[in-house]
T-cell receptor, first 108, second 118 residues
Framework: RKEVEQDPGPFNVPEGATVAFNCTYSNSASQSFFWYRQDCRKEPKLLMSVYSSGNEDGRFTAQLNRASQYISLLIRDSKLSDSATYLCVPDQGGKLIFGQGTELSVKP | GAVVSQHPSRVICKSGTSVKIECRSLDFQATTMFWYRQFPKKSLMLMATSNEGSKATYEQGVEKDKFLINHASLTLSTLTVTSAHPEDSSFYIC??????????????FGPGTRLTVL
């Protein structure tokens, strides 16, 4: 089983759509969780940290279910600039374990 | 936010040569840096943890004699790909940990180095 599994993608959505990404992780010892976005041929950039109670940052909402070892990211009112690959990243003792990512393409 | 630089951003070399990549934390000190590699359409794979003043810790399957890491100062780690071969062509990304308050230490990523070995 992979350490981090994400929706395979790509997701092609129109502007204004709501899109949700799912992620599961295998190591129950992970304590911190993050969503990163990565643009083509660029380094990953932190989008948001995921807190156990769930958290929201503008159009982005992250949820964590430790019992199910499941993390989600919801993007509302998609913008063209949201087009990127979204990476689910648990932290294991200070090491970030990256998922393969889910590609999002927002179309006009 | 904190800034991490990498140099060079792109390098093309002949098979058999060695290539050195530098990773610098520009506005903070980093006792720990990480080196990742990413092949096209694949996830970032952690290669090694670079510890200032001590030996790097390599992930399983990463040859320490091929990927030499030196972390001689609190703001600089270098990765040297020795005797590079075409299969070493990849996107190499470093990150540096900025220690924060409490237990939360944020990682900041460099812009990456694209290595092409002919």
């Amino acid at each position: 089983r992979k350490e981090v599994e994400q929706d395979p993608g790509p997701f092609n959505v129109p502007e204004g759509a709501t899109v949700a990404f799912n992620c599961t992780y295998s190591n129950s010892a992970s304590q911190s969780f993050f969503w990163y976005r990565q643009d083509c041929r660029k380094e990953p950039k932190l989008l948001m940290s995921v807190y156990s109670s769930g958290n929201e940052d503008g159009r982005f909402t992250a949820q964590l279910n430790r019992a199910s070892q499941y993390i989600s990211l919801l993007i509302r009112d998609s913008k063209l600039s949201d087009s990127a690959t979204y990476l689910c990243v648990p932290d294991q003792g200070g090491k970030l374990i990256f998922g393969q990512g889910t590609e999002l393409s927002v179309k006009p | 936010g904190a800034v991490v630089s990498q140099h060079p951003s792109r390098v093309i070399c002949k098979s058999g040569t060695s290539v050195k990549i530098e990773c610098r934390s520009l506005d903070f000190q980093a006792t720990t840096m990480f080196w990742y590699r990413q092949f096209p359409k694949k996830s970032l794979m952690l290669m090694a943890t670079s510890n200032e003043g001590s030996k790097a810790t390599y992930e399983q399957g990463v040859e320490k004699d091929k990927f030499l890491i030196n972390h001689a100062s609190l703001t600089l780690s270098t990765l040297t790909v020795t005797s590079a071969h075409p299969e070493d062509s990849s996107f190499y990304i470093c990150s540096a940990i900025r220690e924060g308050k409490g237990s939360y230490n944020e990682q900041f990523f460099g812009p990456g180095t694209r290595l092409t070995v002919l």
